[in-house]
Structure formats: structure tokens, C-alpha cells
């Protein structure tokens, strides 16, 4: 005795893939956009007490940094050293949560190797 599956049981695995493949391209796309649009955007950060203001782009390159000039102390540049790694890697750390949260909502949460 034959078992009969029910009429287009099965018969639409192609399409679905295709359908899939379809939808994983169009996130791919929307992916690259968003990337290039917050790569043209810029990032700042201040530090001890906005004594420093760093800003970064999306590309993660420090653009400029801002010194104020009252800090300035010849016999504590390390102080000014800390303080400017502070405000660097703050405005690099929103650029790149932007990015993260920015990619993340585009792919639902979904890792994709070789996406971000």
C-alpha cells in the first residue's frame, strides 16, 4: 500500500528558498547602507570635566580633539595623557554601540557571520 501526502506537500521548498534568499539579500543591502551612513556620521566625548572633547567618525578615525588649554600642565602630562585616552575612547565606544544597535535592529538580533 502507497501512503499519498497531501496535494503541494513539500512542493514549496524551492520558492521558500528562493523567498529566503531573497529576504537575506535585501538585509544584506539594507546592512551595507546603514553601515555607510554611519560611517559619514561623527562621535564626541568629553573628558575630565569637558576639559577634552574627542571626536571620532563612523570609521572609527579620530577626527579632532580639543584641548583645553587651562589643562595643560608641563609637569603632569600623564594626567592630560589619561585624560584624552578617556574622551578617544569614549566617542569610539558610541560610534561603534550606534553601529552595533543600528545593525542589530536590521538583522533582528540574528548574528551573521561576515555581516558586522
Known amino acids: 500500500m502507497k501512503a499519498r501526502l497531501p496535494k503541494n506537500y513539500g512542493g514549496g521548498g524551492i520558492g521558500n528558498m ?3 534568499a531573497m529576504q ?22 568629553t573628558a575630565g570635566g569637558g576639559a577634552v572633547k574627542a571626536t571620532v567618525t563612523g570609521k572609527m578615525e579620530v577626527k579632532s580633539l580639543e584641548i583645553d588649554p587651562e589643562v595643560v600642565d ?29 545593525l542589530s535592529a536590521i538583522s533582528g538580533g540574528l548574528s551573521i557571520p561576515g555581516m558586522f
Do not use: F, H
Open 24 to 45: 537575506a539579500q535585501k538585509m544584506q543591502q539594507k546592512m551595507e547602507e546603514t553601515t555607510t551612513e554611519l560611517e559619514e556620521k561623527e562621535y564626541s566625548a
Open 74 to 102: 608641563p609637569e603632569d602630562v600623564e594626567m592630560l595623557s589619561d585624560i584624552v585616552i578617556g574622551a578617544v575612547n569614549e566617542a569610539l565606544r558610541n560610534a561603534a554601540k550606534e553601529k552595533e544597535d543600528a
Open 18 to 20: 528562493q523567498q529566503l
